[in-house]
C-alpha cells in the first residue's frame, strides 16, 4: 500500500537520473525548485530516479549527492531511490489493468512504424492491441499502455500560464511499462510525488509536455494534482538542451560559489555584485529572500555559455 503524505506543507522536490554527473542545466532545475520551496518556508526532497539500471553510471549516485552538498543544498527527510519503488509501481500497474485502464502490448518498433503516424513526440498509437495481442505477435515483447483520455488535459502553469494538451491525438496510449520491465518515468514520477506529499513541482521547460500524461495518470489514480512551475533551459550555441547526453561540462564543487550565482543570473534574480557576498550561505539567504518567479525569463530555452 502506498502511504501519501498530508499535503498541509509545501512540499517540493529535486530528481535528478544518476546515468552522469550534475552540470550547469541540473543546476538550475535544483535551484529554482530548492529557492521556490524554501521561499515557501516549505519542505524540498531529493529523490534518485535510478530505475534504468543499465543507464546508472558507476559512482554517478554518491557523485550527485556530494556536488548538490557543496553547493549548499540541504534536503529534507532521507534520499528516496526509485530502484526500492519497484512493488509500488507494480501494484498500481496491476490496479490499472484490472480496472481496464490499461493493457498489454506487444507492438514492436517495425509495427509501430508500419501502423502508428509520426507525431510531435514520436510515433502516435493508434491503439493496434487494445483489443489483444495478436497471435503473430510475440508475447514476450510486452509492454503495458494506458488508454488515453479523448478529452484535453488543461492546466495552468505558473510561469506560461494556460496549457492544453489532447493525449489521444498528441500520442496515443502511452507505455507505463516497457516490454523490458522497466516502469516508465511517466508512472514512477506520478507515484512518488504522490508518496512524497509533493505539493510543488519545479523542473525544466523541456517537461512541460510531459505534464499532461502526469495529470491524467493522477486523476485515473484520484491521486491530488500538484502545482507546476517550468522554467527555461540552458542550451549551447547549436541550440542542444545541455544534458549529459551531450556532454554538458560537470559541476566541480570548488566552484560552488560561482555556480550558483552564475544559475541566479540565468533565472533572472539579479543578485548584486559578488563581492557583495562573503560566503556561499549569504548568497543563498539572499536568494530566497528575493526568490521572484515573475522575473523569470518567460522563452523555453536561452543561451549559456560557461565562463
Not at 518498433?109 to 498509437?125: A, D, E
Request: with cysteine; hydrophobic share 40%; proline share 5%.
Amino acid at each position: 500500500m502506498l502511504n501519501s503524505l498530508k499535503l498541509n506543507t509545501y512540499r517540493g522536490r529535486f530528481a535528478p537520473s544518476p546515468s552522469g554527473s550534475l552540470h550547469f542545466g541540473s543546476l538550475l532545475a535544483a535551484t529554482a525548485s530548492y529557492l521556490d520551496a524554501k521561499a515557501h518556508q516549505g519542505d524540498w526532497l531529493l529523490r534518485i530516479e535510478d530505475l534504468d539500471a543499465p543507464r546508472v553510471q558507476k559512482g554517478a549516485i554518491s557523485a550527485i549527492l556530494n556536488v548538490l552538498e557543496c553547493h549548499g543544498f540541504k534536503w529534507n527527510e532521507e534520499v528516496l531511490y526509485q530502484s526500492q519503488r519497484l512493488t509500488a509501481y507494480q501494484t498500481i500497474t496491476e490496479q490499472l489493468l484490472k480496472r481496464n485502464k490499461a493493457y498489454f502490448c506487444a507492438c514492436s518498433r517495425k509495427i509501430l512504424q508500419q501502423n502508428s503516424p509520426v507525431g510531435h513526440y514520436g510515433f502516435i498509437y493508434t491503439g493496434t492491441c487494445r483489443q489483444g495481442i495478436h497471435a503473430s505477435n510475440p508475447s514476450h515483447l510486452r509492454s503495458v499502455r494506458v488508454l488515453s483520455g479523448s478529452t484535453p488535459i488543461t492546466f495552468k502553469d505558473r510561469l506560461y500560464g494556460a496549457c492544453k494538451q489532447n493525449i489521444a491525438q498528441a500520442i496515443g496510449d502511452f507505455v507505463i511499462k516497457r516490454s523490458d520491465g522497466v516502469f516508465a518515468y511517466q508512472l514512477a514520477v506520478v507515484i512518488d510525488d504522490y508518496y512524497q506529499g509533493i505539493t510543488d513541482i519545479v523542473r525544466g521547460y523541456d517537461l512541460l509536455d510531459n505534464t499532461a500524461r502526469q495529470l491524467y495518470l493522477q486523476k485515473l489514480l484520484n491521486f491530488p494534482q500538484p502545482h507546476y512551475l517550468h522554467i527555461p533551459i540552458a542550451v549551447d550555441a547549436q541550440g542542444n538542451k545541455l544534458s549529459k547526453r551531450n556532454l554538458a561540462k560537470a559541476l566541480i564543487g570548488q566552484h560552488a560559489f560561482d555556480n550558483i550565482y552564475q544559475a541566479l543570473i540565468f533565472l533572472g534574480q539579479n543578485p548584486p555584485p559578488q563581492h557583495n557576498f562573503s560566503q556561499l550561505d549569504d548568497l543563498w539567504q539572499w536568494a530566497i529572500m528575493h526568490w521572484n518567479i515573475n522575473t523569470l525569463p518567460q522563452q523555453g530555452s536561452l543561451l549559456y555559455e560557461s565562463p
